[in-house]
């Protein structure tokens, strides 16, 4: 088998890299939000 030890492995990068999706997740549905809301003003 391998040499594997469970949580030996540096994710610095990983959780770096997910907390950035998370914020670009979070901007664009707050973006959507405004803009529909924009819409629903403006068209209403």
Known sequence: ???YKHGE???E???K???GFIRMVTNATIGIILFLLFLAIVGG
Do not use: V
């Open 13 to 15: 990068i990983q959780e």
């Open 1 to 3: 088998m391998s040499d």
């Open 9 to 11: 492995m540096n994710i």
């Open 17 to 19: 890299t997910f907390a």
